[in-house]
């Protein structure tokens, strides 16, 4: 446990004109969630930012989790886009899960402080979230890929898009939407949703608080099933 969370970014990024911060909880001692900022090539302006979700959890979930996190912070400092970055993991991936049935969901995203762009990849995991204040609107970051560790003949893309000043980027791993209640509801998206909203107005590390007390609060002391993880990303004017 004490390796894993020493591997977990501490504190936020410093990434001009991006507000952003990071929480993870894990159910168990340790568990498969994860999130980190890999930083591009200094001169280029640009930070990758990478949310992950191992299947299962627990001390083998953990193990994998730790893997590809060391795979993409050495793949992501040698040359190549993002495409490349995650086609060479999931093909290391591959390697080390071989017949065990694990893979892991992947939502790669990469800021450019120049041009104000942001760019992603998703690998089999849920769509992050792009909030815009001024018209009260959503928007799901979707694209096509499978899960790392499926098949080492995954196509995968990328989607760019144009920010705004106060824009809102939320990442997030399924044991947020999944959480559930005693009377097994789901916490869902549109809870999510209306938590990001409320509270756009407050910095990144305030909006992913908020978000985690929101989930305890719905759970009323049902413990969680799932690890938690979320990563907001706030655009400054």
């Known amino acids: 446990m004490e390796v894993q969370q020493n591997l977990i970014p501490q504190s936020g990024p410093d990434l001009?004109?991006?507000?952003?911060?990071?929480?993870?909880?894990?159910?168990?001692?340790?568990?498969?969630?994860?999130?980190?900022?890999?930083?591009?090539?200094?001169?280029?302006?640009?930070?990758?930012?990478?949310?992950?979700?191992?299947?299962?959890?627990?001390?083998?979930?953990?193990?994998?989790?730790?893997?590809?996190?060391?795979?993409?912070?050495?793949?992501?400092?040698?040359?190549?886009?993002?495409?490349?970055?995650?086609?060479?993991?999931?093909?290391?991936?591959?390697?080390?899960?071989?017949?065990?049935?694990?893979?892991?969901?992947?939502?790669?995203?990469?800021?450019?402080?120049?041009d104000n762009k942001v760019s992603w990849i998703r690998a089999g995991h849920d769509p992050a979230m792009l909030y815009s204040p001024d018209k009260k609107h959503f928007e799901m970051l979707e694209g096509r890929g499978m899960p790392l560790g499926v098949s080492a003949d995954a196509v995968y893309e990328q989607q760019e898009k144009q920010l705004t000043a106060g824009q809102i980027i939320v990442l997030f791993t399924d044991g947020i939407i999944e959480a559930q209640n005693s009377g097994k509801t789901f916490f869902g998206k549109e809870r999510l949703q209306q938590v990001i909203r409320d509270n756009a107005h407050l910095a990144s590390q305030q909006i992913c608080d908020r978000i985690f007390e929101s989930v305890e609060s719905f759970l009323d002391s049902q413990p969680i099933n799932d690890d938690l993880t979320v990563v907001v990303i706030k655009v400054e004017d």
């Open 16 to 114: 001009a004109g991006f507000d952003i911060a990071g929480k993870i909880e894990y159910c168990d001692e340790t568990g498969g969630d994860y999130f980190d900022y890999i930083p591009g090539n200094p001169d280029d302006n640009r930070l990758n930012i990478a949310v992950g979700d191992v299947s299962d959890h627990g001390i083998p979930s953990a193990l994998l989790m730790t893997t590809a996190r060391a795979f993409l912070r050495h793949r992501a400092s040698q040359p190549g886009n993002s495409v490349d970055i995650i086609k060479d993991v999931n093909r290391l991936f591959i390697e080390d899960v071989k017949d065990s049935g694990r893979f892991m969901t992947l939502f790669f995203l990469t800021l450019d402080s120049v």
